[in-house]
């Protein structure tokens, strides 16, 4: 007798899994700014594709792969924005600073934070709880806090004249005595322009609130940003004025920073829009060192922290600061609470060697636009 041995031939799901990590791969590395997930099961003969994605493009290549293969299929992928969404599938965020969870729940962890004026795209909601997408593209969950728009309402918004509050923490006021708060804000706040005097702004919030600031506390946005320039100077004098802002994991205002965080309020507040965290960061800009050479290090280039790869481990970018000079760098610290400068001088009483033993590398971000944004081109998706 003779028996044959044959491989059982793979299962429809297990012949598509493949394909699906393939464009997952191309289309959505990093979950945090995009998303492709989308799980395969079988009905009979038919490969049922589930999930959700916010790339058209993926999909579409999915299902022409899939085409390709003769493989009966039912696409069961929803494509967000979710359509019980209505048109109001934009928004702008309308406190001072909004929270935004990784989860959709209170106890979620902070994942980012988005300042008032910040424009969102808005992609599913879940009970009382939005997903959201913020201009640099970080999609986390995000409960009220911001005034859903449509297009057109959107639109007109940006059109509108607005100011941009420059100090790092104030009040907008209910009249011009300033006795009674609206609201508070903080640097690199937004708000539409309903008129102005010799001493205050008229503004009107993105939720519709009226309020009034003083002016000499900001500058009209469209005038702020035709002036704006990153420079060695501009980004260290912001920094200083953060000096001492309280850690926040998640933070990026100045009620509170981690550390991309601060190094991003840095940059939003001279015109570029950085990525959101340091293991995204590390990623733009040009390469200036990673060998602690440190004399090519210029004032603003950001220096990233945390573990080098081994033959079995990868990288772990974990912190990042920015350099001022005088072999000193300020930045976010968590075990020491609050935004200070620490310098890799052994002779220096700001001297860290911790941070020294897990430096990586330095990049420059002053004059590059790999994977910045300028502030004056966001115009949301």
């Known amino acids: 007798m003779i028996v044959a041995c044959s491989e059982p031939r793979p299962s429809l799901s297990e012949r598509t899994l493949p394909i699906i990590d393939s464009i997952k791969t191309e289309y959505a590395p990093d979950k945090r700014v995009a998303l492709f997930a989308i799980e395969s099961t079988e009905k009979g003969d038919t490969l049922v594709l589930n999930g959700e994605t916010d790339q058209p493009q993926a999909k579409q290549k999915l299902l022409a792969a899939l085409d390709t293969t003769g493989i009966i299929y039912q696409d069961s992928i929803q494509t967000l924005p979710e359509a019980s969404l209505g048109e109001d599938t934009l928004g702008v965020v309308s406190i001072s600073v909004a929270n935004i969870r990784s989860q959709p729940k209170h106890s979620g962890e902070l994942a980012t934070q988005a300042t008032m004026g910040t424009p969102l795209r808005i992609l599913k909601k879940q009970g009382d709880w939005h997903l959201v997408q913020t201009p640099d593209k970080y999609i986390s969950w995000m409960q009220g806090s911001f005034q859903p728009m449509n297009a057109d309402t959107f639109q007109t918004w940006q059109e509108a004249n607005k100011i941009i509050y420059t100090n790092p923490y104030g009040f907008a006021y209910l009249d011009e005595n300033m006795e009674h708060t609206v609201s508070d804000l903080v640097m690199g706040n937004i708000m539409q322009v309903k008129d102005e005097n010799r001493g205050v702004y008229w503004v009107e919030l993105p939720d519709g609130r009226e309020a009034y600031?003083?002016?000499?506390?900001?500058?009209?946005?469209?005038?702020?940003?035709?002036?704006?320039?990153?420079?060695?100077?501009?980004?260290?004098?912001?920094?200083?004025?953060?000096?001492?802002?309280?850690?926040?994991?998640?933070g990026t205002s100045a009620k509170g920073v981690d550390c991309s965080g601060y190094t991003k309020t840095i940059y939003f507040m001279n015109g570029k829009v950085l990525p959101r965290d340091a293991s995204q960061q590390v990623h733009a800009g040009e390469l200036v060192d990673e060998n602690k050479n440190f004399k090519n290090l210029r004032p603003g280039d950001l220096l990233f922290f945390g573990r080098a790869a081994t033959d079995s481990t990868r990288e772990r970018?974990?912190?990042?600061?920015?350099?001022?000079?005088?072999?000193?760098?300020?930045?976010?610290p968590g075990l020491e609470a609050h935004v200070k400068i620490s310098s890799i001088d052994p002779e220096s009483k700001h001297y860290d060697e911790f941070n020294l033993n897990r430096y990586l590398r330095t990049k420059r971000m002053l004059t590059s636009n790999r994977d910045i944004l300028t502030l004056k081109d966001v115009k949301l998706f």
Do not use: C
């Open 213 to 250: 600031v003083k002016r000499n506390e900001a500058v009209m946005l469209n005038d702020w940003l035709t002036e704006v320039k990153a420079t060695e100077e501009s980004v260290v004098e912001t920094a200083f004025q953060l000096m001492g802002v309280p850690y926040l994991w998640g």
């Open 317 to 332: 970018v974990t912190h990042v600061g920015m350099w001022i000079g005088n072999d000193e760098f300020i930045h976010s």
